[in-house]
């Protein structure tokens, strides 16, 4: 038997997603609708939009989620009937967003009398590192670098989670959209400047590493995005033609030094064997290379999830949930939506 089966549904930004776990832990369905098509002319996630959005996209990735599992389970076919839980992401992220999936997977549970679940957006996160590695486990650091978060966990053991630092601003990935936007570079912005960045000098203009010998393990990016922007503006107002693969290549390495020496730091002060990362910006070439070199100049075990793994997918709420569901850790269904919450 594939007991349990429980489906997890993410809907924290603007990803609308919905997942089908089995009881050892495989994705019978993993299935993720971006609305990033109608936030990009806006040059950011707009919150309502992304509340509309995920309303009219649940019901159809859920169906689409029951579908690719009952093929998956090679079953004819899977309703809510045929689970034993139902989980949401809580929390944190876009109040009105998650309230979307929160709602539905309460009506859900309760409408098919199954357990519910509620799953903290980053605990998803930490153990979207089963996907790639299905051998991972605690202890662990790990890197939540996304369009949200910028954070460092200790991971202890699972359930057992210690933030060593975070931004205490914006967050990596909010800097590289920005920096896109003073470029024009457009939305998301990431992947823009990283590619232009492999066409530029990353040694071309110092800006600033801020807090990388802070002694802690907090993140600023707000002053750096302010030098990049006063760069574009210096360089506009003398009439020079913007280098735009250096600007993006030598933003780009600013933030990948401090990532790094941070990442570097927490593996010493913990002394854990095993690196990881989360979050879309997790997709950064230059980055993933950097941590490359760190873990093999420590002896650390490097786990890159694979991109789909690292963004927002529900795949890594099922994984928890899973975990939940044997230690019969069940929510009422009072259980509310939460912009933030501590891990
Ligand atoms: O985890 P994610 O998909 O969801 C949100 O947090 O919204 O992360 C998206 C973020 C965006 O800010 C995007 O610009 C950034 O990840 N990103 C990147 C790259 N690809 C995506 N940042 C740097 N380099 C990339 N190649």
Redesign the pocket.
């Known amino acids: 038997s594939h007991r349990p089966l429980i489906l997890a549904i993410e809907s924290s930004?603007?990803?609308t997603a919905a997942a089908i776990v089995d009881g050892s832990g495989e994705l019978a369905a993993d299935v993720v609708a971006s609305q990033i098509d109608f936030h990009a002319r806006f040059g950011g996630?707009v919150p309502e939009i992304a509340s509309r959005k995920h309303i009219e996209a649940v019901c159809g990735v859920c169906d689409e989620c029951f579908d690719r599992a009952a093929q998956a389970l090679s079953i004819p076919r899977l309703t809510w009937h045929d689970l034993d839980a139902v989980a949401v992401t809580y929390a944190p992220g876009l109040v009105g967003a998650l309230v979307v999936g929160v709602a539905f997977a309460k009506g859900a549970a309760w409408a098919a009398d199954k357990p519910f679940i509620g799953v903290h957006h980053l605990e998803g996160?930490l153990y979207a590192n089963k996907i790639g590695a299905p051998d991972f486990a605690p202890p662990a650091v790990v890197s939540l670098?996304?369009?949200?978060?910028t954070l460092l966990v200790h991971m202890k053991d699972w359930g057992d989670y210690e933030t060593l630092g975070a931004t205490i601003d914006d967050?990596?990935?909010?800097?590289?959209?920005k920096v896109?936007k003073a470029l024009g570079l457009g939305?998301?912005?990431?992947?823009?400047?990283?590619?232009e960045a492999a066409r530029g000098d990353a040694s071309a203009i110092p800006f600033p590493r801020a807090m990388m010998h802070s002694g802690d393990l907090r993140f600023s990016l707000s002053g750096l995005k302010t030098a990049v922007v006063t760069h574009i503006n210096n360089e506009r107002a003398a009439g020079h033609e913007l280098n735009v693969p250096d600007i993006c290549a030598s933003f780009?390495q600013a933030?990948v030094d401090v990532q790094v020496k941070k990442a570097e730091t927490a593996l010493r002060q913990t002394g854990a064997r095993t690196f990881c990362l989360?979050?879309?910006?997790?997709?950064?070439?230059?980055?993933r290379a950097a941590y490359e070199k760190l873990c093999g100049r420590l002896g650390v075990r490097l786990i890159m999830p694979p991109?789909s793994a690292?963004?927002?997918n529900a795949g890594m709420i099922a994984l928890v949930a899973l975990d939940r569901f044997a230690d019969q850790r069940f929510y009422d269904l009072d259980a509310d939506a939460h912009a933030h919450a501590d891990l």
């Open positions: 930004c603007d990803e996630v996160h670098v996304s369009g949200g978060n967050a990596v990935g909010e800097a590289f959209d896109a939305y998301p912005g990431g992947p823009a400047i990283s590619r780009q933030v989360g979050g879309g910006v997790a997709a950064n070439p230059v980055l991109l690292c963004g927002d």
